[in-house]
């Protein structure tokens, strides 16, 4: 199990069950009549990848500007979905 989190493997293992529950998610949301807004979530889902990249990048050894990136990425979503939230 230790060697899942030293070689950053369980980053990339959640990130999969990311995709998978955003897809499930889009296909419920398009499956109904009122059509849910899906928006808000991918973009907090996105936020939370990005950081999810940010942890994968330090447990992997990359380098700060990698990761730095990553959480700028991470920001960038965050006030995004803000924004759309507030919108409503």
């Given at each position: ?23 499930i ?12 807004p899906?928006?808000?979530l ?8 990005c ?38």
């Open positions: 199990m230790g060697a899942l989190f030293e070689s950053g493997l369980i980053v990339h293992l959640i990130l999969a069950l990311m995709a998978v529950e955003a897809v998610i889009c296909i419920f949301a398009l499956s109904r009549r009122d059509r849910l899906v928006a808000g991918l973009l907090n889902l996105a936020a939370g990848a950081l999810l990249l940010a942890l994968g990048a330090v447990l992997e050894g990359a380098a700060w500007q990698v990761t730095g990136a990553w959480l700028a990425l991470a920001l960038l979503a965050h006030v995004a979905d803000v924004v759309q939230r507030l919108r409503r």
